[in-house]
């Protein structure tokens, strides 16, 4: 056994003490960085997780820029700097050298500070490669945190701010459900783009709706072949017959077409019974009727309707 | 304060290359934390990979080298460490040249988690200007995946160095046996020692041949991750 020359701690105390230093140490540690603090008791259920309220300036301004731009890297995935700005709470709660935000002192707020300074700055967020915020993007940010930084301030009550700008979204081209959408018509579609090549095509690739140009066909497109048509009439929604030998002899069929929104019969043999046929389509935005015999009475109602009329001056 | 009694014989039981891998993992490791919190990225490199070499060095040394730094000396079964923590309990502590069973345990889950730490560093990045040396070898995603084991590898780290040091306190506090200063001299007291226990020490040179082995390795891959795209 080994030799023993001195007083000794008995194991209960030494490691009750032990157990008050970590505990001591971890409150030292949450002390220092209060980030961690924080965190620490929101996730001991000891303090209220702080949100934003859902039309606040935060939320409507701050949080979808910081989601667009910022997130990459300071999100759930990665926390560059030990920072997360994918919620108000993260937000606040700064990085692992601190606050990033001080409410109401936008220029000594690193979240400011850091995307203000010119790109070439190594300091610079987002870094060098990545598209630096704009101006309106850096000011959103500036105003949200010389107002306090608030989760509840609402959208409107923040003076100078810039107009809020809708992105544009452009839903996502889906192929699968396009064949779907087409798959009831494909046959006849087929059978329509074998006997007429070059008439009917679909609107988009990701798109049931038809296009027919039947104007390059000139003078061999009549009346006969505007039957062909009939099955696929009513998923039309642009159709040009410009140029045809298409008579008042098609009005049915063209009268068929209940989602054509676009309809080009320049220079045809048509006339107003056409014209009058044309009534039920609600959808139809737009006709071109010049070179034809149609008269002002006939398109008077289409008009009423609020659908654009391409006629030749002297029918006006 | 001298725990020992003062005429009590030393007897050198850790050779050298044990002792500074020792405190070079210490200051390596502290270093790596404070670059890295600092973002001192080339420096958290250079200290990262010098680790990497002391611990493929380690890993040697812990098959070639003296008796009291071979794996086959502080690597025992379960059993047998259970049975050291019951001799500890019970006040009968039973005595080890070197590592006891529960401190080469502690050893050889050092290694193994520090190994793992600057392995998966040599992967990671920090999402701005850095790159692991081989991260760029992967997506990165996968590269990112990896740079958050690294994240909690550390936190690893820093559990079982709290627990290192517990242990440390326990036998200098509550068993009056100082494990500090003969990792810093490499003699303990005789009293302290086996019965009968017969140490070899490996020869130096075959320690800085091994070092220099293992540090070629970490250069090796430092130009590996250098001459990526």
């Known amino acids: ?316 | 304060m001298s725990i020992e009694t003062a005429h009590d014989k030393k007897v050198l039981v850790w050779d050298l290359p044990v002792r500074l891998f020792h405190w070079c993992v210490v200051a390596l490791v502290f270093t790596s934390w404070l670059s890295a919190d600092q973002g001192w990225m080339t420096i958290h490199l250079a200290s990262g990979l010098t680790l990497l070499a002391l611990l493929l060095f380690r890993l040697g040394w812990g098959l070639f080298g003296s008796t009291t730094a071979r794996f086959s000396d502080f690597l025992h079964p379960p059993r047998r460490v259970l049975g050291y923590l019951k001799s500890l309990k019970d006040g009968d502590r039973l005595l080890y040249a070197g590592h006891n069973p529960a401190g080469g345990l502690m050893v050889m889950a050092m290694i193994l988690v520090l190994l793992a730490q600057a392995l998966t560093g040599l992967f990671a990045n920090d999402g701005l200007h850095f790159n692991g040396p081989l991260a760029l070898l992967l997506p990165s995603e996968t590269s990112d995946s990896i740079t958050s084991i690294h994240r909690l590898i550390f936190d690893a780290i820093l559990v079982l160095t709290w627990c290192h040091i517990v242990a440390v306190g326990f036998y200098l506090l509550v068993k009056r046996d100082n494990l500090v200063l003969p990792m810093l001299t490499g003699r303990k007291p005789h009293s302290h020692m086996p019965q009968g226990v017969n140490l070899t020490f490996t020869r130096l040179t075959i320690a800085l041949l091994l070092f220099f082995l293992s540090a070629g390795i970490a250069t090796w891959i430092l130009f590996q991750g250098a001459s990526l795209p």
């Open chain 1, 1 to 316: 056994m080994a030799g023993e020359t001195s007083a000794r701690l008995s194991a209960p105390v030494y490691f009750i003490s032990v157990a008050l230093l970590t505990l001591a140490g971890f409150g030292a540690a949450m002390l220092a960085r209060p980030a961690f603090g924080h965190a620490v008791l929101q996730w001991a259920g000891l303090e209220p997780v702080p949100r934003a309220l859902p039309a606040s300036f935060y939320a409507v301004r701050v949080e979808p820029l910081l989601k667009d731009r910022c997130i990459g890297c300071h999100g759930e995935s990665r926390q560059k700097a030990g920072l997360r700005l994918d919620s108000f709470a993260e937000v606040m709660l700064g990085s692992r050298h601190g606050a990033v935000v001080r409410p109401g002192d936008a220029r000594h707020s690193e979240l400011f500070t850091r995307i203000s300074l010119p790109p070439s700055d190594d300091k610079a967020m987002p870094p060098s490669g990545k598209t630096p915020l704009t101006d309106d993007e850096v000011t959103v940010i500036r105003l949200w945190i010389a107002n306090g930084a608030s989760a509840s301030l609402p959208a409107g009550a923040v003076k100078g701010a810039p107009k809020l700008v809708k992105p544009v979204v452009i839903p996502e081209l889906d192929p699968a459900r396009a064949a779907r959408q087409r798959a009831p018509l494909a046959a006849a579609v087929q059978q329509v783009q074998r006997r007429l090549p070059g008439v009917v095509g679909y609107e988009s690739r990701g798109s049931a709706e038809l296009e027919v140009d039947a104007s390059l066909m000139g003078l061999r497109f009549g009346d006969a072949e505007l039957a062909m048509l009939a099955p696929l009439a009513a998923h039309i929604v642009r159709a040009n017959f410009s140029d045809t030998a298409i008579t008042d002899a098609s009005a049915s069929t063209l009268a068929a077409m209940t989602g054509l929104e676009r309809l080009r019969l320049a220079d045809t043999r048509i006339s107003d019974n056409t014209i009058r046929a044309l009534a039920p389509l609600k959808k139809l935005r737009s006709l071109t009727a010049t070179g034809t015999k149609v008269t002002d009475e006939s398109l008077a109602s289409l008009r009423q309707k609020g659908v654009a009329i391409y006629a030749d001056p002297d029918v006006h």
